[in-house]
């Protein structure tokens, strides 16, 4: 075990809980999936004076983004207190760049909302100095008191954020040069798999542990064996989303789909229609 990772566990230690604790709630399908995460966005921002949401990106959050604005539209709330930071970028890649995370995040959320553009934070991908980048992100939202709630998607290599495996899980905002398997997965976005960039920056794993609840959303049968993975896998830097699974708060959401491989005693199937409430 490494210094940081005993650091880390030692840290984590006070919780205690076992794996039979872990907390997943799985169901029929990915949108009703989705539809409970965008629930749980909503109660955070309702029950917080100046909540604080830490965002992610990826096909898998597309329609949370979408019913989250159709709630918003069926129960308006103030977001003028609201306060988000997105987990990662593609360093390279300028904020209009059609592949860029500040490109989907104004596509699928914030030009739809009426948030103060001051109140949007994301990491640089263009900062002249990425270093002092890093370190002002993550000293930001230590500023706000921390994150409320953390949204999460995983990576088949059980990246979060673009915590690679190995990363370590004392980590900050820091650089990371991209896997070969991200760079295969996430190529499919880009028209020519050259233009994939090959590093990013990211929120630490300490960063996100921090959050005070997280939702770790899971959805589709090619995710199946990492849902697995991480049910059995210990606490190791091996697979990065493994952090996850002392945090006293932690929520895995997952469909039908990607549970498909879980033992049937780990969870109980959810089923959430679009009128319901968590
Ligand atoms: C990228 C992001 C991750 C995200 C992952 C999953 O690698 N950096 O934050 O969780 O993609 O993406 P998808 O939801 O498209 O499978």
Redesign the pocket.
């Known amino acids: 075990m490494t210094a940081a990772l005993a650091s880390f566990c030692a840290i984590m230690q006070r919780y205690q809980p076992t794996q039979t604790q872990l907390m997943y709630k799985v169901f029929e399908t990915a949108d009703a999936a989705a539809y409970y995460t965008a629930q749980r966005m909503l109660k955070t921002i309702q029950a917080m004076p100046e909540p604080v949401l830490g965002l992610?990106?990826?096909?898998?959050?597309e329609p949370v983004y979408a019913h989250f604005l159709q709630l918003l539209q069926r129960d308006p709330v103030d977001l003028s207190q609201l306060t988000t930071f997105n987990?990662?970028e593609y360093l390279g890649l300028s904020v209009t760049h059609a592949q860029s995370y500040h490109y989907y995040m104004q596509q699928h959320l914030f030009s739809k909302l009426a948030l103060p553009q001051e109140n949007i934070h994301l990491p640089g991908g263009v900062a002249s100095d990425a270093e002092a980048a890093c370190q002002a992100y993550s000293a930001a939202i230590q500023a706000l008191g921390g994150l409320d709630l953390q949204l999460?998607?995983?990576?088949s290599n059980g990246?979060?954020?673009?915590n690679e495996p190995q990363t370590s899980f004392a980590s900050r905002t820091h650089v990371v040069e991209l896997s070969e398997q991200?760079r295969i997965?996430?190529g499919r976005f880009f028209a020519d798999q050259s233009e994939m960039p090959t590093h990013?920056i990211?929120l630490g794993i300490q960063d996100i542990v921090e959050a005070k609840e997280v939702v770790l959303m899971i959805t589709g049968r090619h995710?199946a064996d990492i849902v697995a993975q991480l049910y059995h896998s210990p606490i190791d830097e091996a697979l990065p989303a493994s952090a996850l699974k002392q945090h006293p708060h932690l929520t895995i959401v997952l469909d039908r789909e990607a549970a498909a491989l879980l033992p049937s005693q780990a969870f109980a199937v959810s089923s959430l229609s679009s009128a319901q409430a968590v």
């Open positions: 992610a990106t990826g096909s898998t959050m987990l990662d999460l998607g995983i990576g990246h979060i954020g673009f991200t997965d996430n990013a990211t995710k």
